[in-house]
């Protein structure tokens, strides 16, 4: 990241909200010079870089991630990567909506991951609480099927009764498969392993 990458993607994240970097800075609650040309060097000619709180601010004022900033920097003005298949937990419990890889082929509805990798990936919708706090219903993880997963990993499983569920890999082996919650509230399961249709690592999470 450089000094002229940062300007940059502060002044696409202006573009793409119809604003200039004054009614960016003004949107966030800064002062609304914070982002003039003028303040972009110091008296002595030195480049003066923006401080990451008034970063995070124009962030949650755009309501964008950081990940999408990143794509901003990388010079993806366009749009942050590319479109990627989205789907709810509960439709992807439907037979017939997975191919034998793990790889939905019923998603009519995509969203932009802000990734430069080009490996098969889609996006899974969060409903429950037992992934709580890291992950709460209505938030958006990317799912890599084919991907190693190894113990700790956080993770995508379907059985093959079709139940979808996003948890932790615990123990495993030839007999069963341990999958852990992140809320305390929520007990381990053990699901044997012939019951298992499929596991596919998390690789990124917009919240």
């Known amino acids: ?122 996006a899974l919708e969060i409903a429950g609480d037992s992934m709580e706090p890291t992950y709460r219903a209505g938030d958006v993880v990317v799912v890599q099927p084919g991907a190693p997963v190894r113990r700790g990993d956080r993770v995508v499983v379907r059985t093959r009764a079709g139940e979808v569920m996003a948890k932790v890999l615990g123990r495993r082996n030839d007999q069963s498969v341990e999958l852990l919650s992140l809320n305390p509230t929520h007990g381990a399961r053990k699901i044997a392993a012939g019951d298992v249709d499929w596991i596919a690592r998390i690789v990124w999470a917009s919240q």
């Open 1 to 122: 990241m450089t000094y002229g990458d940062i300007w940059r993607a502060i002044d696409a994240l202006a573009a793409r909200r119809g604003l200039s970097p004054s009614g960016l800075a003004r949107a966030a609650g800064l002062d609304p010079t914070t982002f003039n040309r003028s303040k972009r060097a110091a008296p002595d000619g030195k480049p003066r870089w923006p401080s990451t709180e008034s970063i995070a601010r124009i962030l949650a004022a755009c309501d964008t991630s950081w990940d999408e900033f990143a794509a901003l920097l990388a010079g993806r003005t366009g749009g942050a990567g590319r479109a990627i298949p989205i789907v709810g937990l509960a439709k992807a419990g439907a037979d017939g909506f997975f191919d034998e890889s793990g790889f939905p082929v019923g998603a009519d509805e995509t969203v932009r991951f802000p990734n430069l990798s080009e490996e098969p990936v889609y």
